[in-house]
């Protein structure tokens, strides 16, 4: 059982990496408009 | 024979700016001007990229002289936020940004669509912001000088802290579940303890600092609530995310075999979706509603000694100064009419739906429409010395019967609380004196009761139901504000309605035409003026194009060669006092014919009224009007309960004695007039039409031209307190069917989490039927 000792700290960083990304974009405001970028894609002539 | 059919009736068409149905290519000169500068810019892909139809355009003109409120920038372009009104989807975002871009000498043009925010920078010396102003306005938008109140910055803090909170708790729940489901299974194949404790200690690293972050809401409230010597939900919740990892932990220091971390953070994560669902909706509602008021009222043209006219903001407006006013925009400020004869439309402020004439010396308040001409207006009063203002303070007082509403949730608490707690504490006496245990293990079992019946299923009830409600009628064109509006309008038992704006449009319609020929001819002159009369009689006859050549001025009318449209003086008729809104056309060789106006009822009135009172609502009206209209109204209406010639104060006292006689009343209002009645009610619904302190004093508002509105909303609230009782009953249920197993003793993490986590998804699986049901 000692791969554990292992395994629980990668899997954790891992899921600690996901939750740090998501509140960079939660703090640099990419959720306060979650319908503008999704139709701005589509306006490709600027 | 067939063609000549054909040439009679007219193909129908569809306006190519708008898409409504018209009988010429374009439903007025508005679009029509629209098309052509969208043309002119070479962005008829806007057409194409749109996904919903755009609205007929009906712009106001924008203020002139924005240029005072812009400021300057170091690298000597100049910067302003305006308010644009009107955004349907992504295109409309398109082509206003791209217009603007196209215009020499903008640097930046970006909308935030959700606030409807306008990022504009230019350089002064090549455009100025009166011409950009005027671009967006042609193409059909509402637009106006920023106003940060405008924004609900609070709850847009809040919703991010919920977001965050929940991210945090998401992510602990779902790495402690995982070691959860590892120490189960090891239950039943053996796992040595010393990896058992290791996966508690990993547990309760991740849970213990994920609850410290993601439950300050809860104990926040919490707090509140205790310090008031009051409970709600969030107190039971508290207790339970505290005590739940107290105990895990005392647990894993001793190496004992069960561990309820999962339980708290999964807890907190399930409460939090359903706080950050229904704290969004609620701010997406808020700032919607604000929106509508952004672009009124908020500036002022004035008079500066030298002579020139400059935009101020309202705040920099003091009595004595001169403020104009141009024909189809709101006055500002209270004052004394100076120069200029002109109708005003002070329906807002008394109920009167008939226009006002003004003359030199008339006093005139903030709110009403000047319809017809210029006004010089001597400002007396601004700010807190206004009829609005006033209205305010008398809205303040009055307010009462919804900040002393306890949400059901809170009422259910109420009784819950003490409940659970006492079984806990009889459990701990039972354990202890009866059974004879020992200290630690009665305290085990005590805190299973808490844990088991910790209000899960409960607390999200109310939230998932009234979220699901809100789609619903926000599909309506409902927007709901307050957290128990919902509560409070399924109990309401009696309607009661404002007149002007509220069953009338609020906006004047023409009532009757000379005859068809003489109609196309005044509709065709009436086509090319933005006036509010010129407007009513375009739209009489939406299949006149616009005529050429048409010349308009100001104040008097239109004129087209010989032709006239528009007052009498200017038509060559006598003068009349008392003859109600009207326009005159006078063609060389007839005799001048006369056009009438009148507000109409909404087009659903009296189905509506009909409607509710077959619901079982006893239905009402209110009115500053005066009594012969007001009465005329009721009767046609069905209505037999009515008062007419109401001053605020008189509205506020007749709601106050409905409330008396035990009834639990709805206001429908749009006036100034009405905010304190709107304030007074048991609940309260505003036109999103209506007048921006009544949008703000109502708890929901309603779009478009349907009074049906009511009545759905009506019933939607009802479904959802049905929804809301199902919800609670079924929690409280599941929750003291599991109390006997933890009182026993019996009760495992894994079947508190398996009980908590079956209990909150059949209470979303009901709340979602609301959804789904079709219209009744």
């Given at each position: 059982m000692t791969v554990l000792l292992y395994l629980l700290p990668i899997a954790l960083g891992l899921g600690l990496l996901g939750l740090l990304a998501f509140v960079w974009s939660v703090r640099s405001g990419q959720f306060d408009d979650l319908d503008d970028a999704a139709s701005r894609i589509l306006f490709d002539d600027e | 024979m067939t063609l000549a059919l054909a040439l009679d009736r007219p193909a129908t068409l569809h306006c190519a700016h708008c898409g409504a149905e018209s009988a010429a290519a374009y439903c007025c000169a508005g679009c029509q001007a629209a098309h052509a500068l969208v043309g002119e810019l070479g962005l008829d892909r806007y057409y194409r990229l749109r996904t919903v139809?755009?609205?007929?355009?009906?712009?106001?003109?924008?203020?002139?002289?924005?240029?005072?409120?812009?400021?300057m920038r170091a690298d000597g372009t100049a910067a302003l936020a305006l308010a644009v009104r009107g955004l349907k989807c992504g295109a409309c975002v398109w082509l206003i940004e791209t217009a603007l871009k196209r215009q020499p000498g903008v640097v930046h043009a970006r909308i935030a669509p959700v606030s409807g925010r306008l990022d504009l920078v230019w350089r002064p010396g090549e455009t100025d912001i009166d011409r950009?102003?005027?671009?967006?306005?042609?193409?059909?938008?509402?637009v106006g000088p920023w106003d940060a109140r405008a924004l609900d910055r609070d709850g847009a803090a809040r919703d991010k802290e919920l977001l965050l909170a929940?991210?945090?708790?998401?992510?602990?729940?779902?790495?402690?579940?995982?070691?959860?489901?590892?120490?189960w299974a090891g239950h039943a194949q053996d796992m040595d303890q010393p990896t058992r404790d290791l996966m508690h200690w990993v547990s309760a690293l991740i849970a213990l600092p994920a609850l410290a972050f993601a439950a300050r809401p809860f104990f926040r409230s919490a707090f509140v609530a205790l310090r008031a010597r009051r409970t709600n939900m969030d107190v039971p919740i508290s207790l339970a995310l505290i005590l739940a990892p107290t105990v895990s932990l005392i647990e894993t220091v001793n190496g004992g075999p069960h561990a309820y971390f999962d339980s708290a953070i999964t807890l907190a994560f399930f409460l939090l979706v359903g706080r950050y669902l229904d704290s969004r909706a609620r701010t997406l509602a808020r700032s919607a509603v604000a929106m509508l008021g952004a672009l009124e009222g908020r500036i002022a043209t004035v008079l500066e000694p030298g002579g020139q006219a400059r935009v101020r903001r309202i705040e920099q407006v003091r009595p004595g100064m001169v403020a104009l006013v141009a024909p189809g925009s709101?006055?500002?400020v209270d004052g004394t009419v100076l120069e200029g004869a002109s109708e005003i439309d002070a329906s807002p402020i008394t109920g009167e739906s008939l226009p006002v004439r003004v003359a030199p010396g008339a006093a005139v308040h903030a709110g009403s429409l000047n319809l017809t001409a210029p006004l010089r207006v001597r400002v007396d009063a601004v700010g807190a010395g206004t009829l609005i203002a006033e209205m305010a303070r008398l809205m303040a007082g009055v307010e009462g019967a919804k900040g002393r509403y306890v949400a059901l949730a809170d009422r259910v608490a109420r009784y819950y609380a003490p409940l659970v707690h006492t079984l806990a504490l009889a459990?701990?006496?039972?354990?202890?004196?009866?059974?004879?245990?020992?200290?630690?293990?009665?305290?085990?079992a005590a805190v299973a009761v808490l844990i088991v019946t910790c209000p899960c299923a409960l607390a999200l009830a109310v939230p998932v139901t009234v979220v699901a409600a809100g789609r619903r009628l926000l599909g309506c064109g409902v927007l709901v504000k307050s957290p128990t509006a919902l509560e409070r309008l399924a109990e309401v038992d009696t309607v009661v309605f404002d007149k002007t704006g509220t069953l009338t449009r609020g906006r004047l319609a023409l009532t009757g035409a000379p005859e068809p020929a003489a109609l196309r001819v005044a509709a065709g002159l009436a086509a090319n003026s933005r006036h509010p009369l010129a407007r009513a009689l375009a739209a009489a006859a939406p299949e006149v194009a616009p005529a050429s050549g048409v010349i308009e001025e100001p104040g008097l009318g239109l004129r087209q060669g010989g032709i006239r449209l528009g007052a009498r003086a200017f038509?060559?008729?006598?003068?009349?006092?008392?003859?109600?809104?009207?326009l005159w056309l006078a063609r060389p060789g007839h005799a001048p014919l006369r056009f009438a106006f009148a507000d109409e009822l909404r087009s659903d009135a009296a189905a509506t009224v009909a409607r509710l009172g077959r619901d079982g609502y006893a239905v009402a009206l209110l009115s500053g009007d005066r009594a012969p209209t007001v009465a005329a109204m009721a009767a046609a209406l069905g209505i037999a309960h009515w008062q007419a010639a109401c001053a605020p104060a008189d509205k506020v006292a007749a709601l106050a004695r409905l409330r008396a006689a035990g009834r639990r009343v709805l206001m429908v209002g749009d006036g100034i007039n009405d905010a304190a009645a709107l304030a007074a009610a048991d609940a309260s619904?505003?036109?999103?039409?209506?007048?921006?302190?009544?949008?703000?004093?109502?708890?929901?508002?309603?779009?478009?031209?349907?009074?049906?509105?009511?009545?759905?909303?009506?019933?939607i609230a009802r479904a959802t307190r049905r929804v809301v009782r199902q919800n609670l009953a079924l929690a409280i249920l599941y929750n003291l069917a599991a109390v006997p197993l933890a009182m026993a003793g019996w009760l495992t993490p894994l079947i508190a989490a398996a009980a908590m986590s079956s209990s909150s998804l059949l209470?979303?699986?009901?709340?979602?039927?609301?959804r789904r049901r079709n219209r009744s």
């Open positions: - | 139809d755009g609205a007929p355009v009906e712009a106001e003109p924008p203020p002139l002289g924005l240029g005072d409120l812009a400021t950009l102003a005027r671009t967006v306005a042609t193409l059909g938008y509402g929940m991210a945090v708790a998401g992510f602990a729940a779902a790495n402690v579940m995982l070691l959860s489901v590892g120490v709101r006055l500002p459990t701990l006496l039972g354990w202890k004196f009866v059974a004879g245990a020992g200290w630690a293990d009665a305290l085990l038509c060559g008729v006598a003068e009349d006092a008392d003859s109600g809104p009207e619904l505003a036109p999103g039409s209506g007048a921006d302190i009544a949008r703000v004093a109502a708890d929901a508002t309603f779009q478009g031209e349907r009074l049906d509105a009511v009545a759905e909303t009506l019933a209470v979303i699986a009901n709340a979602l039927r609301l």
